[in-house]
C-alpha cells in the first residue's frame, strides 16, 4: 500500500512538472529571444542615426556608434551590399524584407540577425543590420532550461518524501485495522485500534469494534449455552441410560414396567436434545405457534402427576389469544421446567395462565408454596442446586427463552412464587401457526 500511494503521488506530481514545464520551457525560450530582438532593435536604430548627410555613396565617412557587447552592426545599400560595419559582405533575406520597407528579425546561419531599414527624406537608402551569435541565446535559453529541470527534481523529491511521510500516516491505521481484523479472526473478540484522525478509517474502525462486541456476545451466549446443555443434558442422560443396562443385565419380572417408564423418560430426554440443536443450529428463525392449544396439551400431561400428590393444575387461557413468534417446542420445553419446579418445590394447585401483552404473549405459572427463600437471580445461574427441571434447569430455560427473543424471570418469589415467560409477537406474513405436539410418556 505505501508503495503505491508513493508510486501514485509521484506520478502526479511528474505529470504536472511535464505539464508546466514544458510550455514554461517554450515561454522562457521566446522570452530570451525577444529579449535579444528587442536589444539588437534598438543597436540598429542608433546604427540609423549613423546615415552621413551625403548619403550611403558621399565622400563623408559612415561612423557607426560603438555597439554592445557580442553584438556587430553593419549598414547596406539599396544593392543589399556591405558598405560599413561588421557582417556579411551581402546581406540575406532580412536585408531584403528591410529593403522592402519592413523591419524584420531572423535566424541567418550563426546569427539572430535584426534588419531596419534607413530613411532619407522619407525614401529607404539603406539597411542598419544588427546581429549577435545565436549559440549565446541558445546558452542562455538551455541554463535556463537546466534550472526549471533542477527545479522539477526537486518538485519530485519533495513530493516523494511528502508521499512517503502520508503513506506511513495511511498505512499505520490500515495495517492497524487489517491486525484488528485478524485478531477479530482469531477469536479475539475484545480487539480494539486507536484512532487515527482519519474519517473513513475511523468509521471502519468503529463498525469493526461494534461487529466485535457483537460477536463476543455472540459467542458468549452459545458457549453458555452449549455449556449449559452439557452440564444439565448430557449428565442425567448418560447416568439414566447407565442405570437401564445394568437393570436389562439382569432383568426382574415385577422391573419391567419401570424400565418402560424409564425408556419413555430417555425418549423424552433426547427431544429435549434435539431441540436444543435446533434451536442453536436455527436462532435466527421466527417461527408462529398458537399458545392456547400447547398448554391446553400440557396441561393434560401434568393434571395426573399433580393429582397423585392430591394436588390440582388450573388452566387460564382466553380465547381471542394472538399466536407468538416463537418455536412451540422450545415453548414446551420451558412451561414444563416451570411446572415440574412448581410440582416439585411448590405445594397446593399449580396455575398456569396466559394472557396477551402488547403484541406479544405472557404465560405465568404459580403454585400455592410459601416461596423461594433464595434470590432471584441464583435461581437461574448454571449448576445451581436449584436450576433443575423437567430435563433442563431454569438456567437454560431463560437462555432458551432469550434465543427465541422472550424473557423468563421470576415476578414474585414469595408467597405463592410466581415464574413469567414473555414471547414476542408472531411475525408478519402469511406464515401458518404451528402446533408443537409431543408423544405422552
Do not use: K
Not at 485478524?182 to 468503529?206: T, Y
Not at 404473549?361 to 449448576?383: C, H, P, S
Amino acid at each position: 500500500m505505501r508503495r503505491r500511494i508513493v508510486r501514485a503521488m509521484l506520478a502526479v506530481t511528474a505529470i504536472a512538472v511535464v505539464l508546466f514545464g514544458v510550455p514554461l520551457g517554450y515561454a522562457a525560450a521566446r522570452f530570451y529571444r525577444s529579449r535579444e530582438v528587442a536589444l539588437l532593435q534598438r543597436e540598429a536604430a542608433r546604427a540609423t542615426g549613423a546615415l552621413p548627410p551625403g548619403g550611403l555613396h558621399g565622400l563623408d565617412p559612415i561612423d557607426l556608434p560603438s555597439p554592445s557587447d557580442g553584438v556587430s552592426l553593419a549598414m547596406y545599400d539599396t544593392r543589399g551590399f556591405r558598405v560599413a560595419g561588421t557582417g556579411p559582405r551581402r546581406g540575406g533575406t532580412p536585408i531584403q524584407r528591410a529593403l522592402a520597407g519592413h523591419s524584420s528579425d531572423a535566424r541567418d546561419a550563426e546569427d539572430l540577425v535584426v534588419a531596419v531599414p534607413v530613411h532619407d527624406e522619407e525614401a529607404i537608402v539603406g539597411v542598419a543590420r544588427a546581429a549577435s551569435s545565436w549559440d549565446a541565446i541558445e546558452s542562455r535559453i538551455h541554463r535556463a532550461w537546466l534550472a526549471m529541470g533542477a527545479l522539477g527534481l526537486l518538485a519530485v523529491g519533495v513530493a516523494a518524501l511528502v508521499a512517503i511521510a502520508e503513506a506511513r500516516r495511511l498505512a499505520s491505521p490500515v495495517l492497524a485495522l487489517a491486525d484488528t481484523a485478524e485478531r477479530l479472526g482469531d477469536g479475539d473478540f475484545s480487539a480494539r485500534m486507536d484512532r487515527s484522525g482519519i474519517v473513513e478509517l475511523d468509521q471502519a474502525a468503529e463498525s469493526l469494534e461494534r461487529t466485535a462486541t457483537s460477536l463476543g456476545e455472540l459467542v458468549q451466549r452459545e458457549r453458555a449455552f452449549a455449556a449449559d446443555a452439557s452440564h444439565q443434558l448430557s449428565t442425567p442422560l448418560t447416568s439414566l441410560r447407565y442405570t437401564l443396562e445394568a437393570a436389562l443385565l439382569d432383568p426382574v419380572p415385577d422391573d419391567r414396567d419401570a424400565l418402560t417408564r424409564a425408556l419413555v423418560e430417555v425418549d423424552r430426554l433426547q427431544a429435549t436434545i434435539q431441540t436444543l440443536l435446533a434451536v442453536n443450529r436455527d436462532g435466527a428463525r421466527r417461527s408462529t405457534t398458537e399458545v392456547g392449544p400447547l398448554l391446553r396439551e400440557i396441561a393434560s400431561e401434568w393434571e395426573p402427576r399433580l393429582a397423585a400428590q392430591r394436588r390440582s393444575l388450573q388452566l387460564a387461557v382466553p380465547p381471542d389469544l394472538p399466536p407468538c413468534g416463537a418455536e412451540g417446542s422450545v415453548i414446551r420445553q420451558i412451561v414444563n421446567v416451570l411446572v415440574e419446579n412448581a410440582h416439585d418445590h411448590g405445594a397446593g394447585t399449580v396455575s398456569l395462565r396466559s394472557r396477551a401483552a402488547g403484541t406479544g404473549v405472557v404465560i405465568e405459572v404459580e403454585d400455592e408454596g410459601d416461596g423461594i427463600d433464595r434470590a432471584a437471580g441464583d435461581l437461574f445461574e448454571r449448576r445451581s442446586t436449584r436450576a433443575r427441571g423437567h430435563g433442563i434447569g431454569l438456567s437454560l430455560a431463560r437462555s432458551l427463552a432469550a434465543a427465541e427473543g422472550g424473557r423468563l424471570l421470576l415476578q414474585r418469589a414469595a408467597p405463592h412464587p410466581t415464574f413469567l415467560l414473555a414471547l414476542p409477537a408472531a411475525p408478519p406474513g402469511p406464515a401458518d401457526p404451528v402446533e408443537a405436539t409431543v408423544s405422552s410418556p
